[in-house]
């Protein structure tokens, strides 16, 4: 169960971000340190879900659906390939536990990750 999170905030409103997609379920938003030319973080709304373990036993549809819109995000920003990366657990670099992919695109040259 993901506690409250600076996406909740996000999500509520709180927080205002530049929304670059939205469905009924999932938004997407700039990240606020971006690792690569394009750098996105696709996050649902429900406060739900921890990270992607959770989602995946919990609403596989759901994780679909953040995965469909991070590879139209793509398409629209880069040249349609990407990079997907979850973090999961705060020793695998994970820092807010609400879960997120992150999309990184655009001539993504160093093998670094998020
Ligand atoms: P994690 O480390 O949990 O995988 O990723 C969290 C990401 O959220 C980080 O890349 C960090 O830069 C981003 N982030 C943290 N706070 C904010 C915020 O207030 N706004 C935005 N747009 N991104 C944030």
Redesign the pocket.
Known sequence: MAQDT??GK?VSGE?P?EILAETERVIA?????P?APV?V?VIPKTTEYADVTELAAGDPGLLAEMIGVAKRLAEQLSNGEYRL???NGASA?????HV?A?VLAGALEERSL?
């Open positions: 600076i996406f996000i927080i971000v938003f700039p990240d606020i340190a690792q750098h973080l990366i979850f973090n670099g994970q820092t807010v536990f997120h992150h998020v």
